[in-house]
């Protein structure tokens, strides 16, 4: 990617889950940041993912308060990478950010991700504290280990929910996880594509409403064996990105 003058345009998209105290304060920090980053065209996409909570009417009614916002509702609860793929797909605009509707991100941290759109393809925030149960900690450490060995990814922290991508990858690749892996999806298909990823430090907040799900251990046996299914059908050629070309080897 080379620098330009242009202005960009960006979607910007929250899946919401048992969030309803949450995702009010999500999207109005989302409006202040982007405005203040002088982004003109924009819009806001909150994917609720049939929540039995308020979220879906409180969803509505931002929507109805703010004519950037609009929602996304599933009828019933699909999973986590379900609602990110949902929210991938509607994108409209240049480049797509996506946060989890839970409110544990600074939306200020977003300028850094824009600052670096001429320099670089993806942007990939860390959680430089995470900010949850040393359970919690010590399944990411094994995940992050486990995709590193297997899919070559050395990003510090695969599944941070504060990313920024252009959009038009998103028509380029078919997105399958409805969990966890949905992230290490993105990153291992990218790569293959030859986009360019950087990361970015980045707030972690304690979580204050809502119920986290992300743990439950059917969560982490399916996502176990979509690392299986991804290993058997993106494995060889990963091996093969990984080798020297011949010129490499001679020089």
């Given at each position: 990617m080379t620098a330009s003058t242009r202005p960009i345009s960006l979607s910007v998209f929250f899946p919401a889950y048992y969030d309803e105290h949450n995702i009010p304060k999500v999207v109005v920090a989302a409006i202040g940041a982007i405005e203040e980053i002088g982004i003109e065209d924009y819009e806001i996409i909150i994917v609720e993912d049939g929540s039995p909570d308020r979220t879906g009417e409180v969803a509505d009614e931002l929507a109805a308060r703010h004519d950037r916002v609009r929602v996304i509702h599933h009828e019933r609860n699909q999973?986590?990478?379900?609602?990110?793929?949902?929210?991938?797909?509607?994108?409209?605009?240049?480049?797509?950010?996506?946060?989890?509707?839970?409110?544990?991100?600074?939306?200020?941290?977003?300028?850094?991700f824009i600052a670096l759109i001429?320099?670089?393809?993806?942007?990939?925030?860390?959680?430089i504290k995470k900010q949850y149960s040393n359970y919690r900690k010590l399944t990411s450490s094994v995940y992050n280990f486990t995709l590193r060995i297997l899919f070559d990814i050395h990003d510090r922290d695969v599944d941070c929910a504060f990313k920024l991508y252009p959009t038009e990858l998103f028509r380029r690749i078919e997105l399958e996880s409805r969990d966890a892996f949905i992230d290490a999806e993105i990153a291992i298909k990218a790569r293959l594509l030859g986009y360019r990823s950087t990361e970015v430090g980045v707030t972690h907040l304690p979580r204050v409403d809502g119920i986290s799900t992300g743990a439950r251990p059917s969560v982490i046996l399916r996502t176990i064996q979509e690392i299986w299914r991804?290993?058997?059908?993106?494995?060889?050629?990963?091996?093969?990105?990984k080798k020297p070309k011949r010129s490499e080897e001679r020089a």
């Open positions: 999973g986590y990478g379900a609602a990110l793929r949902t929210g991938f797909l509607a994108a409209r605009k240049d480049y797509v950010f996506y946060t989890d509707g839970d409110n544990q991100f600074d939306l200020q941290e977003l300028k850094k001429p320099y670089s393809d993806i942007v990939s925030g860390f959680r991804a290993h058997r059908t993106f494995g060889r050629r990963i091996r093969e990105a």
